[in-house]
């Protein structure tokens, strides 16, 4: 899966640190609202927005539990975020370590 098959834009999504850090949280494994709410220094209906537009983005899914719902990372929405930096910056990231290896501590290039 692309990212032009993903509902929405997932960088914007990731423009705001909150939904960052809701993201890294969820990394971690399934997580309720109240559960993210209590790790982040932001209201439980300011999490639940943030969740909205991860979900409206393709990178967050959720699933009933009870009266709860869960959310989780969407596997297929973060492995097209993936491809996409490797894509972009794989061969740059390649370069600049290369780079960065044949470099003495005086800058000079050996």
Do not use: C
Request: a negative charge.
């Amino acid at each position: 899966m692309g990212l032009d098959a993903l509902p929405g834009d997932p960088f914007d999504a990731l423009g705001d640190t909150h939904r960052r850090a809701i993201v890294e949280l969820l990394a971690a494994g399934d997580r309720s609202v109240q559960q993210l709410a209590d790790a982040l220094p932001i209201s439980r209906p300011a999490v639940s927005r943030h969740l909205r537009l991860l979900k409206e983005a393709g990178l967050v899914v959720d699933r009933a539990e009870g009266t709860r719902r869960l959310y989780r990372l969407h596997d297929e929405g973060v492995a097209a975020v993936r491809a996409y930096v490797e894509t972009v910056w794989g061969d740059a990231a390649a370069r600049f370590r290369l780079a960065a290896e044949n470099t003495t501590p005086g800058g000079s290039v050996e």
